[in-house]
């Protein structure tokens, strides 16, 4: 009698070889192209990489963080939130109240309090900046507490099983309650105006040296998101988020219970959103309650559409492109740039159902003769 050995399918590689490739000329260009471009090519030089264009770019990176967060939920798990803008403020807001304590009293009314808060005469810090002036608090609170109301949040809606359409609403409902939430001044988070005027991180002033290391983090961040991202999804545990994405039904008459995979994978897309927007707010030099615009939601899920989901690197694509086109239209069209991007929009979900990485598979699939 014979017996034969199960031969299980080998797993997937994290990249393959043109992938290690693009990756690391990515981690080269970010750190140590970039920094050789802008700190020692003198200005005026045609290679020189402008404080501008290095600050354009950071910002691009934090929101290529959020598009890549939204592939993980919707383009591999089926889920649609118009709510993640609300975890980007959070992480934002938690590095905002680090730094508007770093400001010392280097502030307009010379008191160790913000200004804004001077100004309303509060005597006192409110609980929730307990732990504001400790750098390595504020790193947890930055992952702390966009996790948790993510946690919490999911837990009950997934438990409830609101997926869908239903699901997007309440997501945009809760990011539209707390904009609401901050623009009033008894909470303490600047109101209207937010926070704005950071001087230093760490004690060292944000100057040119300071945002090329913060634009070398937000590069780092994001290719370290990719790998996580692909290890993730070539896991059992990203079989299984697609599988819940095409047949929800199916894997729990599998013996598999969703709620625990939609939980982790939504926790950690909100957690990837605080990271973006911690690293976002000391580059741009302000965060304020329009952070939380419903509008800014709809805009990282159009992100990850246009460069396609279910791709990991056609969000991040897509982030550029569209923030790209967004930044020269503005300068070069001022009245008609928000007509070009509803015209890329309507283009991109008319002729490209799976973005702009899929048409380019697409192009290089019938370059070399295959069947697309």
């Known amino acids: 009698m014979t017996t034969t050995s199960l031969t299980l399918p080998a797993a997937a590689p994290l990249l393959n070889r043109r992938g290690w490739t693009a990756f690391l000329a990515a981690l080269i260009a970010v750190l140590v192209l970039a920094p050789v471009l802008n ?9 020189h990489m402008s404080n501008y264009t290095v600050a354009l770019l950071g910002r691009i990176m934090c929101y290529a963080i959020c598009a ?15 709510g993640h803008g609300l ?9 905002g109240m680090y730094l508007m304590r770093q400001i010392g009293r280097d502030g307009q009314y010379k008191s160790d309090m913000p200004d804004f808060m001077v100004f309303l005469n509060w005597k006192e810090f409110p609980w929730h900046w307990a732990f504001s002036d400790s750098f390595v608090a504020t790193l947890i609170l930055i992952v702390l507490v966009p996790g948790l109301i993510a946690f919490v949040f999911g837990y009950f809606a997934f438990r409830s099983r609101i997926k869908g359409v239903y699901f997007s609403i309440i997501t945009q409902a809760l990011t539209f309650a707390a904009m609401l939430l901050f623009f009033r001044n008894e909470t303490g988070f600047g109101g ?27 590069g780092f961040t994001l290719l370290g998101f990719f790998l996580l991202g692909r290890w993730l999804m070539n896991a ?18 599998s013996g598999y219970n969703p709620l625990g995979y939609k939980l982790t994978i939504w926790t950690l897309s909100a957690v990837m959103c605080g990271i973006a927007g911690a690293l976002y707010v000391p580059q741009v030099g302000i965060i304020n309650p329009g952070e939380m615009s419903p509008a800014n939601s709809i805009e990282i899920a159009i992100w990850a559409a246009v460069g396609g989901r279910a791709t990991l690197i056609g969000p991040i694509v897509g982030a550029f492109v569209v923030n790209g086109a967004k930044s020269w239209l503005t300068a070069a069209f001022p009245a008609f740039w928000l007509y070009f991007l509803g015209g890329l929009f309507i283009l991109v979900t008319l002729f490209l159902p799976d973005g702009i990485v899929g048409l380019v598979k697409r192009l290089w699939k019938k370059f070399r003769g295959e069947k697309a």
Do not use: C
Request: proline fraction near 3%; avoid cysteine; glycine fraction near 12%.
């Open 87 to 95: 975890f980007f403020a959070l992480g934002g807001y938690m590095m």
């Open 236 to 253: 059992k545990f990203g079989r299984v988020l697609q599988a819940i994405r095409d047949a929800e039904s199916r894997v729990m008459f």
């Open 192 to 218: 209207n105006n937010g926070f704005t005027d950071f001087k230093r991180i760490l004690g060292i002033p944000i100057g040119q040296g300071m945002r090329m290391m913060l634009f070398m983090l937000t």
């Open 68 to 82: 890549l967060a939204m592939d993980l939920i919707w383009g591999y798990t089926g889920i649609l939130s118009l």
């Open 39 to 47: 700190l020692l090519v003198p200005d005026g030089h045609v290679f």
